[in-house]
Every structure is written in C-alpha cells, then in structure tokens.
C-alpha cells in the first residue's frame, strides 16, 4: 500500500474519484493506494466470492461482493470480499443492490498479496472485528494459512484439513484450507 495523502476529511475522501487500484481512507485521516492483485490474490477473491454467494444467495442468507467500499466507524476500507447478511444489504428504493455501504459488512476477507505486509493486514483485520465486523479473515497464499478473528475470541490460524468456520453469519457453510488453496491448481 502506498500512502497517498495525509489531511482529508472522510467527506473529502468521499467525494474523490475512484482510482484502480483503489484508495482507502484509515480512520487516522491517511490516505492508502491498495495493491493491484496478482494471480493468486484474484483467483483466491473470485472463487471465495463464488463460494459464498453460491451457498447464501440462493437461500436469500447474506451475498458476498469483491472490492466493496464499505465506509463505517469514521474509515473507507475496500476489503478483497465483503459479506453482508441479506437482511443487512441497504436496498435502494428499487429494491435494487446500492451503490454505497455504510455499515460494517458481516464478513469481511483480506488476501495477502506479495508485496504487502502481513502485519498491516493482520491490524486491518483486528481493526474490523473491533468496529462491528463479525468474522474477518486473512488468507495468506504464501505459507498457506487463514488467520480467522472474531469478536472477543483469540486469533486463531487454520492450515491444511482445518476447516474455516463461517458460523453464526453462515452455519452450514464448509470449506478447508487445503480446498481453498486448491483452487489455485485450478480446481473448484
């Protein structure tokens, strides 16, 4: 991530153009440039989003966006995937999906690419269970590994057969991350 800018109001950075790859606003008033994702990030975002949403939109449970802005809790973060139960997504008076979120996303994912740093992403994480996110998880492609946070439970990191719990936002739902990571051999 690159910074960008320092002084801009959340207001500000609203009314900015949206640039690729996009910008994000840190609740501390900084302005960050995401990394443009490389294969293995854009593969892994592409088929989580399709996971989820095959699982929990057609029960009308929750739909998963990829790079979503969300802006809550004084910050404009566009998370690699965002969940939002079905009953949370702000229908606009079409009944359509809107353009702009305002509110926390239930689940929210951040993929690991090369060049950022884990340390970065791993507070971004913390950051969103801290400010209303229910399960945020860091996947890292390089060491094969989910980092999974929730609210007022411990860090937990899952490898190989461990299977990455998505209840109570999606009970049911089974992926491992051996399977995740296979999806980079191309298989589903």
């Known amino acids: 991530m690159v910074t960008v800018r320092q002084g801009l109001s959340l207001e500000e950075f609203l009314r900015l153009p949206e640039e690729k790859p996009?910008?994000?606003y840190e609740a501390d008033g900084t302005v960050t440039q995401k990394v443009a994702p490389q294969g293995k990030h854009s593969r892994l975002q592409l088929m989580l989003?399709?996971?989820?949403?095959?699982?929990?939109?057609?029960?009308?449970l929750?739909?998963?966006f990829p790079e979503l802005r969300?802006?809550?809790?004084?910050?404009?973060?566009?998370?690699?995937?965002a969940l939002y139960l079905w009953d949370?997504?702000?229908?606009?008076?079409?009944?359509?999906?809107?353009?702009e979120f305002y509110e926390p996303p239930d689940i929210a994912i951040?993929?690991?690419?090369?060049?950022?740093?884990?340390?970065?992403?791993?507070?971004?994480?913390?950051?969103?269970?801290e400010h209303g996110v229910r399960l945020s998880l860091l996947v890292d492609p390089r060491t094969r590994q989910v980092d999974r946070f929730r609210p007022g439970?411990?860090?937990?990191?899952?490898?190989g057969d461990d299977q990455i719990d998505f209840a109570p936002i999606l009970a049911g739902l089974q992926l491992t991350v051996d399977e995740l990571f296979g999806w980079l051999r191309g298989g589903r």
Do not use: H, K
């Open 110 to 129: 951040e993929i690991l690419s090369p060049e950022q740093r884990r340390n970065r992403l791993r507070a971004r994480c913390e950051w969103y269970v």
């Open 88 to 99: 949370r997504i702000p229908w606009d008076a079409n009944g359509e999906v809107p353009d």
């Open 70 to 81: 969300t802006t809550f809790a004084g910050a404009s973060y566009v998370p690699d995937v």
């Open 49 to 60: 989003s399709n996971r989820l949403n095959d699982f929990a939109e057609p029960a009308r």
């Open 22 to 24: 996009a910008l994000e």
């Open 62 to 64: 929750a739909m998963a």
């Open 153 to 159: 439970a411990r860090l937990e990191t899952l490898q």
